[in-house]
Nanobody, 114 residues
Framework: QVQLVESGGGLAQPGGSLRLSCAVT????????WAWYRQAPGKKRELVAS???????NYADSVKGRVTISRDLAKETIFLQMNTLKHEDTAIYYC????????WGQGTQVTVSS
């Protein structure tokens, strides 16, 4: 069974940076497309960034130019580098396949506040 362990979240000031990581086990990592999703309080979970099995990234308009998704095939880990953070980036961030499958990981909380 797939296990997704997100980490790297925390408290950051507006304009700051965070780097999220997601360790993936229990599946053939390299053959799937992967993505980062986020869920803010009172809102539906949304896709933030994705990366195809060939390494091609794609970004939601709300984060384009501020985040970079990457992966390490050897470590079977997905990363999300987040720069120029905004208050509206506050959310729990999850990684999953794209499209996503159950189960989800526990997520990592990102809070942007001054």
């Amino acid at each position: 069974q797939v296990q997704l362990v997100e980490s790297g979240g925390g408290l950051a000031q507006p304009g700051g940076s965070l780097r999220l990581s997601c360790a993936v086990t229990g599946t053939i990592f390299r053959i799937f497309d992967w993505a980062w999703y986020r869920q803010a309080p009172g809102k539906k979970r949304e896709l933030v960034a994705s990366i195809t099995n060939r390494g091609a990234p794609n970004y939601a308009d709300s984060v384009k130019g501020r985040v970079t998704i990457s992966r390490d095939l050897a470590k079977e880990t997905i990363f999300l580098q987040m720069n120029t953070l905004k208050h509206e980036d506050t959310a729990i961030y999850y990684c999953n396949k794209n499209p996503p499958e159950r189960p989800w990981g526990q997520g990592t909380q990102v809070t942007v506040s001054s």
